[in-house]
């Protein structure tokens, strides 16, 4: 897990959009659910293009046929750029080591998308692996949607689910530039944190060990170079993730 920020992304993915003749395209637009407000896309790494695209014209102003998986990844805001980019690359590098029940597994990130007029975009996005063959990721899905409910700061959320979901998640929270970054696990934690709770009764509530909940919080104090509790979770607050 040397390679640079979003290098292991960018040597797997194209600038190749859908072909509306395809056989697979015209299969998914049938079977692939359509929601109004949600961008959908199905990218296969067997044919390096996209295979299927639904909303992006909505979200980010490019026509389905269009829209491609480099232009997904590359466009993205300058705060989160880097982090976006190296997300990617650790979640499909981890996964590359999966070869069980491999499309039980996903990750979801809050990400700043540059729309195809300049204006920024907060999004809401979930990647999936769609399909697989003997421990192959075949392709992958990824569904978008626009953040209204509030803005978005300059620390990224994002969270991993899948079986092996602590060795994902955990993964993750290792290997990436955290300075820019907070997991599902460390908000949960920091929402309590934030409601009063003492580390021991958020690790009663969440059902963990005390020293999980240490390792979830304290390393952040140096992350985001805070003082203490009470300056992280003002941090927190002004930064968005509460």
């Known amino acids: 897990m040397k390679e640079g920020f979003g290098e292991y992304t960018r040597k797997r ?5 859908i072909d509306l003749k395809d056989p697979s395209y ?18 296969s790494f067997e044919k390096n293009r ?11 102003g490019y026509k389905n046929e269009e ?29 590359a080591g999966i070869k069980k029940d491999l ?12 729309h195809n007029d300049g204006t920024i975009i907060p999004l809401f996005s979930r990647v999936g692996i769609y399909k697989s063959n003997q421990g192959t990721i075949l392709e992958i899905i ?16 994002y969270a991993a689910f899948g079986p092996k979901l602590s060795g994902f998640e955990e993964t993750l929270n290792d290997q990436l ?14 929402e309590l944190a934030a409601k009063g709770f003492g580390f021991k009764e958020i690790a009663n509530q969440l059902h963990v060990s005390q020293s999980a909940i240490e ?27 509460l």
């Open 50 to 60: 996209m295979l299927y695209a639904f909303g992006w014209e909505d979200l980010l």
């Open 67 to 95: 829209i491609t998986l480099l232009k997904i990844v590359g466009n993205t805001s300058k705060r989160h750029f880097n982090f976006s980019n190296e997300l990617n690359d650790k979640a499909l590098q981890f996964l």
């Open 103 to 114: 499309d039980k597994y996903s990750f979801t990130i809050e990400v700043e998308k540059i």
């Open 142 to 157: 990824g569904i978008s949607e626009r953040i209204h409910s509030r803005k978005l700061g300059a620390i990224m959320q």
């Open 177 to 190: 530039f955290n300075k820019l970054g907070i997991s599902r696990k460390e908000i949960e934690a920091l």
């Open 215 to 241: 390792k979830r919080i304290m390393p952040l104090y140096k992350r985001f170079q805070v003082k203490g509790l009470t300056h992280l979770i003002s941090f927190a607050y002004e930064n968005h993730i």
């Open 26 to 43: 015209k299969e998914y637009a049938k079977k692939v659910p359509q929601f109004i407000g949600q961008a959908v896309y199905i990218y």
């Open 13 to 17: 993915v194209s600038d190749v959009p």
